[in-house]
Protein backbone atom coordinates (compact mmCIF):
# COMPACT_ATOMS: atom_id res chain seq x y z
CA UNK A 1 0.00 0.00 0.00
CA UNK A 2 3.36 1.81 0.55
CA UNK A 3 3.40 2.66 -3.35
CA UNK A 4 -0.51 4.50 -3.17
CA UNK A 5 -1.45 8.46 -3.25
CA UNK A 6 -1.61 9.91 0.32
CA UNK A 7 -5.52 10.16 -1.30
CA UNK A 8 -6.00 6.87 -1.78
CA UNK A 9 -4.23 6.02 1.81
CA UNK A 10 -6.32 8.64 3.74
CA UNK A 11 -9.42 6.96 1.30
CA UNK A 12 -8.38 3.35 2.87
CA UNK A 13 -8.34 3.92 6.46
CA UNK A 14 -11.41 5.73 6.26
CA UNK A 15 -12.49 2.62 5.23
CA UNK A 16 -10.62 0.63 7.90
CA UNK A 17 -12.41 2.97 10.51
CA UNK A 18 -15.53 2.69 8.87
CA UNK A 19 -15.88 5.97 8.86
CA UNK A 20 -18.33 8.12 5.61
CA UNK A 21 -17.19 11.16 4.05
CA UNK A 22 -19.35 12.97 5.55
CA UNK A 23 -19.00 11.76 9.32
CA UNK A 24 -14.88 12.04 8.22
CA UNK A 25 -15.51 15.69 6.93
CA UNK A 26 -17.26 16.88 9.96
CA UNK A 27 -14.74 15.20 12.49
CA UNK A 28 -12.01 17.32 10.16
CA UNK A 29 -13.83 20.45 10.40
CA UNK A 30 -14.27 20.14 5.89
CA UNK A 31 -16.41 19.81 3.50
CA UNK A 32 -17.77 16.20 1.88
CA UNK A 33 -16.62 17.97 -1.27
CA UNK A 34 -13.18 18.40 0.31
CA UNK A 35 -13.21 15.31 1.30
CA UNK A 36 -13.69 13.34 -1.59
CA UNK A 37 -11.41 15.70 -3.85
CA UNK A 38 -8.30 14.68 -1.54
CA UNK A 39 -9.19 10.83 -1.85
CA UNK A 40 -9.67 11.71 -5.97
CA UNK A 41 -5.92 13.10 -5.70
CA UNK A 42 -7.74 16.61 -7.30
CA UNK A 43 -6.43 18.45 -4.10
CA UNK A 44 -3.48 18.08 -2.66
CA UNK A 45 -2.49 17.80 0.96
CA UNK A 46 0.78 19.78 1.35
CA UNK A 47 0.80 21.26 5.03
CA UNK A 48 1.86 18.95 7.64
CA UNK A 49 -0.25 20.71 9.65
CA UNK A 50 -3.33 19.08 8.00
CA UNK A 51 -1.82 15.38 7.28
CA UNK A 52 -1.42 15.25 11.25
CA UNK A 53 -4.79 16.08 11.87
CA UNK A 54 -6.07 13.11 9.55
CA UNK A 55 -3.79 11.23 11.26
CA UNK A 56 -5.74 11.92 14.44
CA UNK A 57 -8.74 11.60 13.39
CA UNK A 58 -7.81 8.24 11.80
CA UNK A 59 -6.21 7.20 14.89
CA UNK A 60 -2.92 5.91 12.49
CA UNK A 61 0.38 6.34 12.61
CA UNK A 62 1.17 9.35 10.18
CA UNK A 63 4.40 7.54 8.49
CA UNK A 64 1.17 5.19 7.39
CA UNK A 65 -0.28 8.60 5.73
CA UNK A 66 2.88 9.63 4.32
CA UNK A 67 4.09 6.41 2.71
CA UNK A 68 6.71 5.20 5.21
CA UNK A 69 6.87 2.85 7.78
CA UNK A 70 6.56 3.52 11.33
CA UNK A 71 9.19 2.27 13.64
CA UNK A 72 7.49 -0.75 14.46
CA UNK A 73 4.60 -1.92 12.11
CA UNK A 74 3.03 -5.04 11.63
CA UNK A 75 1.44 -5.68 8.44
CA UNK A 76 -1.24 -2.97 8.57
CA UNK A 77 -3.39 -4.83 5.77
CA UNK A 78 -3.64 -8.32 7.41
CA UNK A 79 -3.67 -7.84 10.84
CA UNK A 80 -5.48 -5.40 13.18
CA UNK A 81 -4.71 -2.66 15.45
CA UNK A 82 -5.74 -1.22 18.55
CA UNK A 83 -9.05 1.04 17.61
CA UNK A 84 -10.25 -2.56 15.74
CA UNK A 85 -9.32 -4.30 18.93
CA UNK A 86 -11.78 -2.05 20.81
CA UNK A 87 -14.62 -2.02 18.21
CA UNK A 88 -14.79 -5.73 19.26
CA UNK A 89 -14.65 -5.20 22.86
CA UNK A 90 -17.46 -2.82 22.42
CA UNK A 91 -19.28 -5.11 20.82
CA UNK A 92 -18.72 -7.85 23.94
CA UNK A 93 -19.84 -5.47 25.95
CA UNK A 94 -23.26 -5.17 25.01
CA UNK A 95 -25.92 -6.65 26.44
CA UNK A 96 -28.99 -6.65 24.36
CA UNK A 97 -30.95 -9.47 26.28
CA UNK A 98 -30.85 -7.25 29.25
CA UNK A 99 -32.18 -4.25 26.82
CA UNK A 100 -34.78 -6.08 25.73
CA UNK A 101 -36.90 -5.48 29.28
CA UNK A 102 -36.87 -1.96 28.84
CA UNK A 103 -36.99 -1.42 25.14
CA UNK A 104 -38.32 -3.32 22.12
CA UNK A 105 -35.58 -5.52 20.24
CA UNK A 106 -34.31 -3.52 17.32
CA UNK A 107 -34.85 -5.50 13.18
CA UNK A 108 -32.82 -8.79 13.56
CA UNK A 109 -30.90 -10.22 10.06
CA UNK A 110 -33.44 -13.17 8.68
CA UNK A 111 -31.43 -16.33 10.03
CA UNK A 112 -30.87 -17.77 6.97
CA UNK A 113 -28.71 -14.96 6.34
CA UNK A 114 -26.75 -15.59 9.75
CA UNK A 115 -25.91 -18.71 9.06
CA UNK A 116 -24.23 -17.78 5.99
CA UNK A 117 -22.63 -15.10 7.51
CA UNK A 118 -21.39 -17.16 10.22
CA UNK A 119 -20.42 -19.87 8.04
CA UNK A 120 -18.48 -17.37 5.83
CA UNK A 121 -16.96 -16.39 9.28
CA UNK A 122 -15.79 -19.91 10.02
CA UNK A 123 -14.39 -20.62 6.58
CA UNK A 124 -12.05 -16.76 6.73
CA UNK A 125 -10.56 -18.09 10.63
CA UNK A 126 -9.56 -21.66 8.75
CA UNK A 127 -7.92 -19.46 5.99
CA UNK A 128 -6.37 -17.10 8.19
CA UNK A 129 -7.48 -14.10 7.24
CA UNK A 130 -7.40 -12.08 10.32
CA UNK A 131 -7.34 -8.92 9.25
CA UNK A 132 -10.53 -8.95 6.96
CA UNK A 133 -12.18 -11.47 9.81
CA UNK A 134 -11.50 -8.75 12.65
CA UNK A 135 -12.85 -6.06 10.97
CA UNK A 136 -16.14 -7.86 10.22
CA UNK A 137 -16.45 -8.92 13.72
CA UNK A 138 -18.13 -6.28 15.34
CA UNK A 139 -20.92 -6.04 12.65
CA UNK A 140 -21.11 -9.94 12.98
CA UNK A 141 -21.42 -9.98 16.82
CA UNK A 142 -24.28 -6.99 16.78
CA UNK A 143 -26.35 -8.58 14.37
CA UNK A 144 -25.73 -12.10 16.37
CA UNK A 145 -26.63 -10.13 19.55
CA UNK A 146 -29.51 -8.48 17.80
CA UNK A 147 -30.66 -12.16 16.39
CA UNK A 148 -30.60 -13.51 19.69
CA UNK A 149 -32.96 -11.20 21.54
CA UNK A 150 -35.21 -10.42 18.78
CA UNK A 151 -36.06 -14.73 18.26
CA UNK A 152 -35.78 -14.89 22.22
CA UNK A 153 -39.59 -15.88 22.56
CA UNK A 154 -39.99 -17.27 19.42
CA UNK A 155 -39.50 -21.10 18.03
CA UNK A 156 -36.53 -20.17 16.70
CA UNK A 157 -34.88 -18.70 19.61
CA UNK A 158 -32.84 -22.15 19.93
CA UNK A 159 -31.02 -21.66 16.53
CA UNK A 160 -30.60 -18.09 17.42
CA UNK A 161 -28.91 -18.85 20.00
CA UNK A 162 -26.69 -21.63 18.60
CA UNK A 163 -25.12 -19.18 15.61
CA UNK A 164 -24.45 -16.34 18.60
CA UNK A 165 -22.73 -19.18 19.94
CA UNK A 166 -20.83 -19.96 16.58
CA UNK A 167 -20.03 -16.22 16.65
CA UNK A 168 -18.57 -16.02 19.98
CA UNK A 169 -16.13 -18.50 19.15
CA UNK A 170 -15.01 -17.60 16.11
CA UNK A 171 -14.44 -13.89 18.03
CA UNK A 172 -12.38 -15.80 20.68
CA UNK A 173 -10.06 -17.52 18.45
CA UNK A 174 -9.67 -15.16 16.67
CA UNK A 175 -8.29 -12.49 19.46
CA UNK A 176 -6.60 -15.09 20.92
CA UNK A 177 -4.89 -15.75 17.73
CA UNK A 178 -4.37 -11.77 17.71
CA UNK A 179 -2.76 -11.66 21.31
CA UNK A 180 -6.17 -10.64 22.98
CA UNK A 181 -6.26 -13.01 25.32
CA UNK A 182 -7.95 -11.33 28.06
CA UNK A 183 -11.08 -10.50 25.51
CA UNK A 184 -10.68 -13.74 24.01
CA UNK A 185 -11.39 -15.31 27.55
CA UNK A 186 -14.79 -13.10 27.93
CA UNK A 187 -15.90 -14.11 24.40
CA UNK A 188 -15.15 -17.90 24.78
CA UNK A 189 -17.20 -17.35 28.59
CA UNK A 190 -20.03 -15.82 26.45
CA UNK A 191 -20.56 -18.73 24.29
CA UNK A 192 -20.78 -21.20 27.13
CA UNK A 193 -23.69 -19.01 28.57
CA UNK A 194 -25.26 -18.97 25.41
CA UNK A 195 -24.57 -22.67 23.82
CA UNK A 196 -26.69 -23.64 27.23
CA UNK A 197 -29.67 -22.01 26.23
CA UNK A 198 -29.06 -23.49 22.50
CA UNK A 199 -29.49 -26.78 23.93
CA UNK A 200 -26.53 -27.90 22.39
CA UNK A 201 -24.73 -29.93 24.49
CA UNK A 202 -21.86 -30.28 21.32
CA UNK A 203 -22.07 -26.64 21.51
CA UNK A 204 -21.12 -26.35 24.70
CA UNK A 205 -18.78 -28.86 24.16
CA UNK A 206 -16.89 -26.73 22.02
CA UNK A 207 -17.07 -23.70 23.95
CA UNK A 208 -15.37 -25.32 27.04
CA UNK A 209 -12.50 -26.01 24.83
CA UNK A 210 -12.33 -22.32 23.65
CA UNK A 211 -12.10 -21.34 27.28
CA UNK A 212 -9.40 -23.56 28.02
CA UNK A 213 -7.53 -22.24 25.05
CA UNK A 214 -8.45 -18.76 26.38
CA UNK A 215 -7.24 -19.98 30.07
CA UNK A 216 -3.88 -21.39 28.44
CA UNK A 217 -3.03 -18.05 26.84
CA UNK A 218 -3.16 -16.80 30.00
CA UNK A 219 -0.73 -18.56 31.76
CA UNK A 220 -3.72 -20.65 33.53
CA UNK A 221 -2.68 -24.31 32.39
CA UNK A 222 -4.18 -25.84 35.46
CA UNK A 223 -7.82 -24.54 35.14
CA UNK A 224 -7.23 -24.77 31.57
CA UNK A 225 -6.65 -28.97 31.67
CA UNK A 226 -9.05 -29.31 34.01
CA UNK A 227 -12.04 -27.49 32.10
CA UNK A 228 -10.67 -29.86 29.04
CA UNK A 229 -10.70 -33.07 31.16
CA UNK A 230 -14.05 -32.56 33.15
CA UNK A 231 -15.81 -31.29 29.73
CA UNK A 232 -14.55 -34.85 27.97
CA UNK A 233 -15.19 -37.10 30.38
CA UNK A 234 -18.51 -35.84 30.13
CA UNK A 235 -19.03 -35.83 26.16
CA UNK A 236 -17.07 -39.53 25.98
CA UNK A 237 -18.71 -41.78 23.86
CA UNK A 238 -20.48 -45.00 25.43
CA UNK A 239 -22.47 -44.69 28.46
CA UNK A 240 -25.33 -43.58 26.64
CA UNK A 241 -23.36 -41.33 24.42
CA UNK A 242 -23.36 -42.04 20.70
CA UNK A 243 -20.09 -41.92 19.26
CA UNK A 244 -21.61 -40.06 16.12
CA UNK A 245 -18.36 -37.75 13.93
CA UNK A 246 -19.89 -34.94 15.76
CA UNK A 247 -19.02 -35.95 19.42
CA UNK A 248 -16.10 -37.63 18.41
CA UNK A 249 -14.61 -34.55 16.79
CA UNK A 250 -15.78 -32.43 20.01
CA UNK A 251 -14.47 -34.89 22.24
CA UNK A 252 -11.22 -35.40 21.09
CA UNK A 253 -10.55 -31.18 20.60
CA UNK A 254 -10.74 -31.43 24.43
CA UNK A 255 -8.95 -33.99 25.11
CA UNK A 256 -5.83 -32.51 22.46
CA UNK A 257 -6.44 -29.23 24.46
CA UNK A 258 -5.91 -30.84 28.05
CA UNK A 259 -2.88 -32.68 26.22
CA UNK A 260 -1.47 -29.04 25.52
CA UNK A 261 -2.16 -27.94 28.79
CA UNK A 262 -0.56 -31.09 30.58
CA UNK A 263 2.31 -30.54 28.80
CA UNK A 264 2.61 -26.68 29.51
CA UNK A 265 3.06 -27.77 33.43
CA UNK A 266 5.59 -30.64 31.96
CA UNK A 267 3.37 -33.16 32.87
CA UNK A 268 4.29 -35.57 30.65
CA UNK A 269 2.33 -38.63 31.95
CA UNK A 270 -1.16 -36.89 31.19
CA UNK A 271 0.17 -35.88 28.47
CA UNK A 272 0.40 -39.74 27.22
CA UNK A 273 -3.05 -40.51 28.46
CA UNK A 274 -4.92 -38.20 26.99
CA UNK A 275 -2.76 -38.57 23.27
CA UNK A 276 -4.19 -42.40 23.71
CA UNK A 277 -7.68 -41.38 24.11
CA UNK A 278 -7.41 -38.65 21.48
CA UNK A 279 -6.00 -41.31 19.12
CA UNK A 280 -8.88 -43.57 19.86
CA UNK A 281 -11.19 -41.12 19.48
CA UNK A 282 -9.48 -40.14 15.96
CA UNK A 283 -9.36 -43.72 14.77
CA UNK A 284 -12.99 -43.92 15.53
CA UNK A 285 -13.54 -41.01 13.67
CA UNK A 286 -11.70 -42.71 10.91
CA UNK A 287 -10.42 -39.66 8.70
CA UNK A 288 -9.83 -36.14 9.45
CA UNK A 289 -13.28 -33.93 9.47
CA UNK A 290 -13.90 -30.44 10.05
CA UNK A 291 -17.38 -31.06 12.37
CA UNK A 292 -17.97 -27.70 14.65
CA UNK A 293 -15.30 -26.15 12.66
CA UNK A 294 -12.50 -27.98 14.66
CA UNK A 295 -10.55 -30.08 11.96
CA UNK A 296 -10.55 -33.23 14.12
CA UNK A 297 -8.99 -36.26 13.26
CA UNK A 298 -5.90 -38.30 12.34
CA UNK A 299 -3.76 -35.56 11.06
CA UNK A 300 -4.28 -33.22 13.41
CA UNK A 301 -3.20 -35.54 16.60
CA UNK A 302 -0.18 -35.78 14.95
CA UNK A 303 0.18 -31.61 15.02
CA UNK A 304 -1.14 -31.71 18.57
CA UNK A 305 1.88 -34.54 19.02
CA UNK A 306 4.44 -32.17 18.20
CA UNK A 307 3.36 -29.30 19.54
CA UNK A 308 3.29 -31.02 22.66
CA UNK A 309 6.93 -31.93 22.49
CA UNK A 310 7.68 -28.40 22.14
CA UNK A 311 5.81 -27.37 25.22
CA UNK A 312 7.55 -30.10 26.77
CA UNK A 313 11.15 -28.56 25.66
CA UNK A 314 11.46 -31.67 23.22
CA UNK A 315 12.43 -30.08 19.81
CA UNK A 316 13.87 -33.32 18.61
CA UNK A 317 11.05 -35.26 19.24
CA UNK A 318 8.68 -32.77 17.69
CA UNK A 319 10.59 -32.21 14.41
CA UNK A 320 10.41 -36.75 14.31
CA UNK A 321 6.56 -36.43 14.52
CA UNK A 322 6.39 -33.55 12.00
CA UNK A 323 8.45 -35.54 9.37
CA UNK A 324 6.56 -38.99 9.97
CA UNK A 325 3.16 -36.67 8.91
CA UNK A 326 1.50 -37.97 5.76
CA UNK A 327 2.20 -35.21 3.13
CA UNK A 328 -1.12 -35.71 1.20
CA UNK A 329 -2.92 -35.67 4.59
CA UNK A 330 -1.44 -32.62 5.63
CA UNK A 331 -1.75 -30.59 2.74
CA UNK A 332 -5.44 -31.76 2.81
CA UNK A 333 -6.09 -29.81 5.85
CA UNK A 334 -7.15 -25.99 5.62
CA UNK A 335 -4.27 -23.08 6.04
CA UNK A 336 -4.67 -22.10 9.62
CA UNK A 337 -3.76 -25.74 10.83
CA UNK A 338 -1.11 -26.46 8.86
CA UNK A 339 0.51 -22.67 9.08
CA UNK A 340 0.16 -22.97 12.99
CA UNK A 341 2.35 -26.10 12.64
CA UNK A 342 4.69 -24.21 10.90
CA UNK A 343 5.17 -22.14 14.09
CA UNK A 344 5.02 -25.00 16.18
CA UNK A 345 8.20 -26.80 14.16
CA UNK A 346 9.97 -23.13 13.77
CA UNK A 347 10.01 -23.35 17.62
CA UNK A 348 11.25 -27.24 17.46
CA UNK A 349 14.02 -26.60 15.22
CA UNK A 350 15.12 -23.66 17.61
CA UNK A 351 15.18 -25.52 20.55
CA UNK A 352 17.95 -28.26 18.52
CA UNK A 353 19.56 -25.34 17.40
CA UNK A 354 19.08 -25.34 13.67
CA UNK A 355 17.83 -21.77 12.93
CA UNK A 356 18.08 -21.98 9.41
CA UNK A 357 15.63 -24.62 9.43
CA UNK A 358 13.42 -22.60 11.66
CA UNK A 359 13.36 -19.95 9.33
CA UNK A 360 12.33 -22.39 6.59
CA UNK A 361 9.62 -23.39 8.23
CA UNK A 362 8.11 -19.56 9.37
CA UNK A 363 8.77 -18.67 5.63
CA UNK A 364 6.65 -21.90 4.12
CA UNK A 365 3.71 -21.09 7.14
CA UNK A 366 3.95 -17.40 5.42
CA UNK A 367 4.02 -18.64 2.41
CA UNK A 368 0.59 -20.54 3.18
CA UNK A 369 -1.20 -18.24 5.11
CA UNK A 370 0.41 -14.69 5.88
CA UNK A 371 -1.54 -13.21 8.55
CA UNK A 372 -0.72 -17.18 10.65
CA UNK A 373 2.72 -15.29 10.99
CA UNK A 374 2.74 -11.52 10.78
CA UNK A 375 -0.27 -11.22 12.91
CA UNK A 376 0.56 -13.65 15.90
CA UNK A 377 2.89 -12.28 19.01
CA UNK A 378 4.23 -16.06 19.21
CA UNK A 379 5.35 -15.93 15.14
CA UNK A 380 7.14 -12.61 16.46
CA UNK A 381 8.95 -14.45 19.02
CA UNK A 382 10.36 -17.60 17.11
CA UNK A 383 11.36 -14.92 14.15
CA UNK A 384 12.98 -12.45 16.57
CA UNK A 385 14.96 -15.43 18.33
CA UNK A 386 16.13 -16.90 14.56
CA UNK A 387 17.28 -13.61 13.75
CA UNK A 388 19.41 -13.24 17.44
CA UNK A 389 21.21 -16.28 16.53
CA UNK A 390 21.59 -16.31 13.20
CA UNK A 391 25.30 -16.05 12.27
CA UNK A 392 25.78 -12.93 9.74
CA UNK A 393 23.01 -11.23 8.39
CA UNK A 394 19.98 -13.67 7.64
CA UNK A 395 18.85 -14.72 4.56
CA UNK A 396 17.29 -12.29 1.52
CA UNK A 397 13.59 -13.87 2.56
CA UNK A 398 14.06 -14.21 6.53
CA UNK A 399 15.02 -10.31 6.28
CA UNK A 400 11.86 -9.40 4.01
CA UNK A 401 9.14 -11.17 6.56
CA UNK A 402 11.36 -9.63 9.44
CA UNK A 403 10.59 -6.11 7.51
CA UNK A 404 6.87 -7.04 7.38
CA UNK A 405 6.92 -7.98 10.40
CA UNK A 406 8.25 -4.62 11.93
CA UNK A 407 11.08 -6.56 13.07
CA UNK A 408 14.81 -5.26 13.06
CA UNK A 409 18.00 -7.36 13.04
CA UNK A 410 20.68 -5.63 15.05
CA UNK A 411 23.55 -7.76 13.85
CA UNK A 412 25.25 -7.94 17.62
CA UNK A 413 28.19 -10.21 17.62
CA UNK A 414 27.85 -13.53 18.54
CA UNK A 415 29.18 -14.16 21.91
CA UNK A 416 28.31 -17.15 22.75
CA UNK A 417 26.49 -19.44 24.91
CA UNK A 418 25.36 -18.32 28.41
CA UNK A 419 23.78 -20.25 30.82
CA UNK A 420 21.82 -18.16 33.39
CA UNK A 421 21.00 -20.45 36.45
CA UNK A 422 18.08 -19.13 38.80
CA UNK A 423 17.61 -20.06 42.32
CA UNK A 424 14.60 -20.84 44.30
CA UNK A 425 13.74 -16.98 45.03
CA UNK A 426 10.58 -14.43 44.57
CA UNK A 427 13.50 -12.56 42.36
CA UNK A 428 13.47 -15.58 39.91
CA UNK A 429 10.06 -14.75 38.35
CA UNK A 430 11.90 -11.63 36.58
CA UNK A 431 14.85 -13.75 35.39
CA UNK A 432 13.31 -12.73 31.98
CA UNK A 433 14.89 -9.81 31.86
CA UNK A 434 18.13 -11.25 32.09
CA UNK A 435 17.30 -13.20 29.56
CA UNK A 436 16.74 -10.45 27.63
CA UNK A 437 19.54 -8.00 27.85
CA UNK A 438 22.05 -10.82 27.22
CA UNK A 439 20.42 -11.54 24.20
CA UNK A 440 20.38 -7.64 23.00
CA UNK A 441 24.21 -7.97 24.20
CA UNK A 442 24.67 -11.35 21.12
CA UNK A 443 24.69 -13.74 23.61
CA UNK A 444 22.44 -17.32 22.91
CA UNK A 445 20.85 -17.77 26.47
CA UNK A 446 19.91 -21.20 27.90
CA UNK A 447 18.32 -21.26 31.16
CA UNK A 448 18.52 -23.68 33.98
CA UNK A 449 16.56 -23.73 37.12
CA UNK A 450 16.70 -25.52 40.48
CA UNK A 451 14.61 -27.61 41.44
CA UNK A 452 12.77 -24.91 44.31
CA UNK A 453 13.71 -22.03 41.49
CA UNK A 454 11.26 -23.86 39.16
CA UNK A 455 7.92 -22.86 41.38
CA UNK A 456 8.74 -19.46 40.41
CA UNK A 457 9.75 -18.94 36.99
CA UNK A 458 7.29 -19.28 33.61
CA UNK A 459 8.87 -22.64 32.13
CA UNK A 460 7.30 -22.36 29.08
CA UNK A 461 7.57 -18.08 28.66
CA UNK A 462 11.31 -18.91 29.06
CA UNK A 463 11.61 -21.56 27.07
CA UNK A 464 10.23 -19.56 23.99
CA UNK A 465 12.30 -16.23 24.89
CA UNK A 466 15.03 -17.97 24.74
CA UNK A 467 14.29 -21.13 22.33
CA UNK A 468 15.36 -23.59 24.42
CA UNK A 469 13.96 -26.14 26.87
CA UNK A 470 14.52 -24.98 30.74
CA UNK A 471 16.24 -27.91 32.28
CA UNK A 472 16.49 -28.71 35.80
CA UNK A 473 17.39 -32.23 36.13
CA UNK A 474 20.40 -34.39 34.61
CA UNK A 475 19.31 -36.18 31.35
CA UNK A 476 19.57 -39.28 31.92
CA UNK A 477 22.41 -42.11 30.54
CA UNK A 478 22.28 -42.46 26.62
CA UNK A 479 20.16 -39.26 25.94
CA UNK A 480 21.34 -36.43 24.05
CA UNK A 481 22.42 -32.98 25.18
CA UNK A 482 19.34 -30.87 24.51
CA UNK A 483 21.36 -27.61 25.57
CA UNK A 484 24.69 -26.45 23.95
CA UNK A 485 27.86 -26.36 26.03
CA UNK A 486 28.31 -22.82 28.07
CA UNK A 487 31.03 -20.10 27.40
CA UNK A 488 29.87 -18.71 30.53
CA UNK A 489 27.49 -18.83 33.49
CA UNK A 490 24.91 -16.05 35.58
CA UNK A 491 23.96 -17.32 38.91
CA UNK A 492 20.74 -15.13 39.88
CA UNK A 493 19.59 -14.86 42.29
CA UNK A 494 21.79 -17.05 44.18
CA UNK A 495 20.39 -18.35 47.40
CA UNK A 496 21.99 -19.19 50.71
CA UNK A 497 21.79 -23.26 49.93
CA UNK A 498 22.97 -22.78 46.63
CA UNK A 499 26.20 -20.85 47.29
CA UNK A 500 26.96 -22.70 50.65
CA UNK A 501 26.49 -25.91 49.07
CA UNK A 502 28.47 -24.72 45.85
CA UNK A 503 31.34 -23.86 47.92
CA UNK A 504 31.44 -27.25 49.24
CA UNK A 505 31.46 -28.69 45.51
CA UNK A 506 28.55 -30.40 46.60
CA UNK A 507 27.08 -31.24 43.04
CA UNK A 508 23.45 -33.05 43.87
CA UNK A 509 21.56 -31.06 41.45
CA UNK A 510 21.79 -30.02 37.68
CA UNK A 511 22.05 -26.73 38.47
CA UNK A 512 25.32 -27.07 41.18
CA UNK A 513 26.51 -29.81 38.97
CA UNK A 514 26.63 -27.44 35.70
CA UNK A 515 28.94 -24.38 38.23
CA UNK A 516 31.31 -27.03 40.00
CA UNK A 517 32.15 -28.71 36.56
CA UNK A 518 32.35 -24.44 34.75
CA UNK A 519 35.07 -23.85 37.75
CA UNK A 520 36.55 -26.82 36.80
CA UNK A 521 36.79 -25.84 33.10
CA UNK A 522 38.01 -21.93 34.04
CA UNK A 523 34.39 -20.90 32.58
CA UNK A 524 33.45 -16.86 33.86
CA UNK A 525 30.86 -17.30 36.23
CA UNK A 526 29.18 -14.35 37.67
CA UNK A 527 27.19 -15.44 41.07
CA UNK A 528 24.72 -12.73 42.52
CA UNK A 529 22.74 -13.66 45.28
CA UNK A 530 19.51 -12.60 46.67
CA UNK A 531 18.72 -13.17 50.75
CA UNK A 532 17.21 -11.33 53.44
CA UNK A 533 19.34 -9.49 56.16
CA UNK A 534 19.11 -12.71 58.59
CA UNK A 535 20.89 -15.07 56.21
CA UNK A 536 22.87 -13.19 54.76
CA UNK A 537 24.49 -12.41 58.10
CA UNK A 538 25.36 -16.18 58.81
CA UNK A 539 29.03 -16.90 59.16
CA UNK A 540 29.03 -20.18 56.75
CA UNK A 541 27.21 -18.06 54.15
CA UNK A 542 30.38 -15.12 54.12
CA UNK A 543 32.71 -17.84 54.17
CA UNK A 544 31.09 -19.90 51.58
CA UNK A 545 31.08 -15.84 49.35
CA UNK A 546 35.19 -15.36 50.50
CA UNK A 547 35.87 -18.94 49.31
CA UNK A 548 34.29 -18.64 45.66
CA UNK A 549 36.16 -15.16 44.99
CA UNK A 550 39.02 -16.94 46.14
CA UNK A 551 38.34 -19.63 43.17
CA UNK A 552 37.61 -16.38 40.55
CA UNK A 553 34.37 -16.42 40.68
CA UNK A 554 32.71 -13.11 40.65
CA UNK A 555 30.42 -12.37 43.52
CA UNK A 556 28.34 -9.44 43.48
CA UNK A 557 27.20 -9.50 47.41
CA UNK A 558 26.95 -6.45 49.63
CA UNK A 559 25.34 -2.94 49.66
CA UNK A 560 27.43 -1.56 46.72
CA UNK A 561 24.94 -4.13 44.37
CA UNK A 562 21.88 -4.60 46.41
CA UNK A 563 21.03 -3.94 50.26
CA UNK A 564 19.70 -6.55 52.08
CA UNK A 565 16.49 -6.62 53.18
CA UNK A 566 14.25 -7.58 56.35
CA UNK A 567 13.25 -11.33 56.66
CA UNK A 568 9.34 -11.59 55.01
CA UNK A 569 9.81 -8.74 52.54
CA UNK A 570 11.55 -10.28 49.53
CA UNK A 571 8.32 -9.85 47.38
CA UNK A 572 8.55 -5.77 48.13
CA UNK A 573 12.50 -5.70 46.75
CA UNK A 574 12.12 -7.54 43.65
CA UNK A 575 11.91 -4.50 41.38
CA UNK A 576 15.17 -3.18 42.82
CA UNK A 577 17.55 -6.48 41.80
CA UNK A 578 20.20 -4.87 39.39
CA UNK A 579 20.06 -7.41 36.63
CA UNK A 580 21.95 -5.43 34.67
CA UNK A 581 24.94 -5.23 36.63
CA UNK A 582 25.09 -9.36 36.41
CA UNK A 583 25.58 -8.56 33.28
CA UNK A 584 28.38 -5.96 32.98
CA UNK A 585 29.93 -7.91 35.75
CA UNK A 586 29.98 -10.87 33.50
CA UNK A 587 31.61 -9.24 30.49
CA UNK A 588 34.08 -7.10 32.57
CA UNK A 589 35.46 -11.17 33.73
CA UNK A 590 34.83 -12.09 29.99
CA UNK A 591 36.93 -9.35 28.86
CA UNK A 592 39.96 -9.85 31.10
CA UNK A 593 40.51 -13.02 29.27
CA UNK A 594 40.77 -16.68 31.01
CA UNK A 595 42.15 -17.44 34.24
CA UNK A 596 42.83 -20.28 35.93
CA UNK A 597 41.10 -23.06 37.00
CA UNK A 598 40.58 -23.84 41.23
Given at each position: ?398 AELAEHMGLEYD ?188
Amino acid sequence: MDELPIGRRVAYWRGRRKMSQQVFADRLGKSKSWVDKVERGVRRLDKFSVVYEIADVLQVDVQLLLGKEPERRIDSVNCIDQVEVEEIRAALERYDQISAFFFAPTQALPLPEMRKAVSHAWLTYQHAKYGVLARALPKLLRDGQAADTAYADHEKSSEAAHLLGQIYQIASSTLRKLGEHELCWLAADRSIAVSQRAGDQLLAGIASYRVGSALLALGRARPALEVNVNIANRLAPGDGNEATPERLSVYGMLLLNGAMAAARIGDSATVRDLFAAAEEAARQLGSDQNHFWTSFGPTNVKLHRAAAAVELGEGRVAVDTHEQIDGDAFAALLPERRAHHFIDIARGYTQIGDVERASEMLLEGDRLAPSEIRCRPIAHEVLSDVLRRTKGSPPTPVAELAEHMGLEYDGVVDRGVLYIIACGSPVARDVGRLVALAQREGWDVCVVVTPDGRKFVDVPALALQTGHPVRTLYKNPGDPDVLPAPDAIIVAPATVNTINKWACGIADTLALGLVVEGQGKGLPIVAMPYTNLAMGSHPAFRESLDRLRGWDVTVLFGDDYFPLHPPGTGEQHRDMFPWEMALEALHTRVDAGPLGAP
